[in-house]
């Protein structure tokens, strides 16, 4: 397979691991962060590319390889990348979220990412992780398993990356700053896009639904990833089931499905077999919003196109069959989708799953109001977020700076491991809506084992929250409506084969239980990836501790670390 945009460096090096010769592959990409003018659903406007795409290139490699990105700012703003769902072990450097382990590249600056993949094989993304840049600065990332390793499904004839998306007509700077200095919610897009095309427009030149050509009786695997900014999203194809065959770069046990779900930061590759005809049918595609509480969405349909090839036999108008995409609130349809998520669990692809914990942790999730006096429109207040009634404040400096360099006063660690105040989390709520603030981590020493219940609550409203790890995967061991039993709920955990995330879904007026091992040092954020919470301060931190090992500490920073 060709790796389009990559030029490569096959070299033998002596690695003290186990005492072996390894064959390292290493990997070179140059983004340039551009402004390229797009016109979509009527408007054109200047927008901020890489490499003057939208979306970005997709970037290819293998399990084990070594990976080097030269970013070069060529835009106003600052800019820094995260290579989401990538491990980072011991590259903290690399990760990319401004002011929590880098400083931003600012405008004429470069920076080297560079990291290795390691145990990692599938469909991940990369985006800006800085104001809302993503809207725009996303693209997909396929790491191939090891040359001569087979898939654990019998192999598709062709594979396709499907990338999710929103689209505003308006600058998304300009709608973010502006809700800001409201208080009020930022509005929300003006359509869907998939591979970068909404739907036909009617009166607008040149608009196009992306076209997936297939042929009868061949497979394709379709590599989906939602890059959109704020929204969960329904996937589907008119007359066609899909096979679910991994999550965020794990496989899971295969399960057929006619709609797939995907929330902002995942991603999933699903199975399509074309077995339909006539030759030269066309079937619709749709891509529509998931919301369950009274939020509002951009209610547009994105909508592509599986094209069959082939002679058209009949003399009439090529057949073209349509679809209703799910309702808006069908959190029954979003429920099954997520329990019938497995872990492969083979010899090859074990789930192992943490059993004796160390850190047993619940983290509320959800909004609240502080004072803003400047905010007119709400009287005084804004909406903010908070986990465990912490508004998490960005620091001026990165927060793994301030740790491996030890400058104080940039941080503390006494993020709250429980919520400050017990209520009923899924019900009225509290009558004080107000958070604290504050730049707070919590502290884990190496390898330490970690169970963490992520609660949503019902102050202003019960909402979905995709909640995103850096610098780990970790195991859904339960899921649940209503306020999390610590009792009761363990007992239904699944410890045997649950699906590995980097990213989940905490249900509207319920919880989420995850687990994972702290084998990774350094300082990894952790926050709500739909961009509007996180930009309210649905954010925090893990602070990892060095091991006593030769491989358990952060690697020295690079040269060419930004500076802030």
Known sequence: MAFPGARFLVFF???????????????????????????????????????????????????????????TNHVKYNVSIHWHGIRQLRTGWADGPAYITQCPIQPGQSYVYNFTITGQRGTLFWHAHILWLRATVHGAIVVLPKLGVPYPFPKPNKEVVVVLGEWWKSDTEAVIN??????????????????GQPKPVQG???????????????????????????????????????????????????????????????????????????????????????????VAVDNATGI????????????????????????????S???????????????????????????????????????????????????????????????KTALLQAHIFNINGIFTKDFPGQPPHKFNYTGAGPSNLRTTTGTKVYSLPYNAIVQLVLQDTGIITAESHPIHLHGFNFFVVGRGLGNYNPKSDPKRFNLVDPVERNTVAVPSGGWTAIRFRADNPGVWFMHCHL??????????????????GPNQSVLPPPLDLPKC
């Open 304 to 331: 592509a196109l599986v094209r069959y090839s082939g002679p058209v036999t009949s003399n009439g108008p090529v057949p073209t069959f349509l679809t209703s995409p799910p309702l808006q609130n069908s959190t």
């Open 204 to 294: 607008c030149n040149g608009q196009r639904a992306f076209n997936l050509h297939v042929k009868n009786n061949k497979t394709y695997m379709l590599r989906l990833v939602n890059a959109a900014l704020n929204e969960e999203l329904f996937f589907k194809i008119a007359g066609h089931k899909l096979t679910v065959v991994e999550v965020d770069a794990t496989y899971v046990k295969p399960f057929e499905t006619d709609t797939i779900i995907i929330a902002p930061g995942q991603t999933t590759n699903a199975i399509l077999k074309a077995t339909k005809a006539p030759s030269g049918a066309k079937y619709m595609v749709s891509v529509s919003p998931f919301m369950d509480a009274p």
């Open 178 to 195: 502006q809700a800001m200095k409201s208080g009020l919610a930022p509005n929300v897009s003006d359509g869907h896009t998939i591979n």
């Open 13 to 71: 090096a002596f690695l003290w691991f186990s005492s072996v010769l390894v064959e390292c592959r290493v990997r070179h990409y140059k983004f340039n962060v551009v402004m390229k003018n797009y016109t979509r659903l009527c408007s054109s406007k200047p927008i901020v590319t890489v490499n003057g795409q939208f979306p970005g290139p997709t970037l290819y490699a293998r399990e084990d390889d070594n990976v080097l990105i030269k970013v």
């Open 531 to 548: 961009e509007v919470h996180t930009t309210w301060g649905l954010k925090m931190a893990f602070l990892v501790e060095n091991g006593k």
């Open 333 to 395: 349809l979003v429920n099954k989708f997520y329990r019938s998520l497995r872990a492969l669990n083979s010899a090859k692809y074990p789930a192992r799953v943490p059993k004796n914990i160390d850190h047993d942790l619940l983290f509320t999730v959800g909004l609240g109001i502080n004072p803003c006096p400047t905010c007119k429109a709400t009287n005084g207040s804004r909406i903010v977020a908070a986990i465990n009634n912490m508004t998490f404040v960005m620091p």
